[in-house]
């Protein structure tokens, strides 16, 4: 009698297999590769950074925390710099210079200018992203002014040249050297074009999956992933999977560059 019985296979755990990639044009992220951090005056809060100078060509940091209930800032926060942050889950009280509060939900926003610090507190368990750079002052051109505002309150534009919609967070006018965006895609839509251009992104999905062509490369994204992209990234999105997909996605805008 012929025995075509096979041996159970082993469980094997890999603990090198990732999607996470670094690349001199751009990086990847998954939730699987975050490594939790602390950052100065927050407690009960972990910090996940994302995007710093340290090895990337970048202009900002961009960092998910995750705080607990009660998770609080214990003394103003964002000195020296223009400070974005952005609910993902939860509810975060964030309070600006002495008399200004901005409780916000998940989608809920807030931009603060250079020289406006902040307070964060947690009702309850919440995650959200800080975006933080230095400001490019330009002679005769004013400073922004703070926003707030949550997504589904403001204008998603059809754009054909990426396939979707894309909502500014922030005014494009001169005073803003940068954008927060939010993009959002039908499945199976894709950009009409491969960009190239002279500006850097953050991009953390927010939801949905799909294939990102980086350079010569092309990687599969889906929700919690984070890519940075470097200037002059070839970059082109195609919408897969069956859930919408969406992503809030930094660029620094109106400035030369240098
Ligand atoms: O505005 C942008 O540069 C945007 N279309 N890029 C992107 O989504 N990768
Ligand atoms: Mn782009």
Redesign the pocket.
């Known amino acids: 009698m012929s025995s075509s019985t096979t041996s159970p296979s082993p469980v094997v755990h890999q603990v090198s297999a990732s999607r996470g990639r670094v690349r001199p044009a751009y990086t990847l992220m998954c939730p699987e590769n975050l490594v939790e951090n602390a950052l100065p005056h927050l407690t009960g809060v972990v910090a996940k950074p994302l995007a710093t100078p340290r090895a990337l060509p970048a202009r900002f940091g961009e960092y998910l925390l995750e705080f607990e209930d009660g998770g609080h800032s214990t003394r103003p926060l964002g000195a020296g710099f223009e400070n974005f942050l952005y609910v993902l889950e939860g509810h975060l009280v964030v309070t600006a210079g002495t008399d200004t509060s901005y409780p916000l939900e998940p989608g809920g926003y807030v931009f603060l200018p250079e020289g406006t610090e902040f307070g964060v507190r947690s009702a309850g368990e919440s995650r959200a992203l800080w975006v933080k750079r230095r400001y490019d002052r330009v002679d005769g051109v004013a400073a922004p002014e703070p926003v707030a505002g949550h997504v589904d309150e403001v204008t998603h534009h059809p754009d054909d040249t990426?396939g979707g919609t894309?909502a500014p967070l922030l005014p494009d006018d001169e005073r803003y050297d940068m954008a927060m965006?939010f993009?959002r895609f039908d499945v199976g839509a894709r950009f009409r074009m491969v960009?190239v251009?002279h500006?850097e992104?953050g991009?953390y999905m927010l939801a949905g999956e799909g294939v990102y062509y980086l350079g010569d490369d092309h990687v599969e994204v889906s929700a919690g992933d984070f890519v940075y992209?470097a200037p002059y990234c070839p970059?082109s999105?195609y919408a897969t999977g069956s859930a919408r997909p969406s992503?809030l996605?930094y660029?620094d805008i109106n400035r030369d560059g240098f």
């Open positions: 990426i894309y965006n993009m960009e251009h500006q992104h991009l992209m970059q999105f992503y996605l660029k």
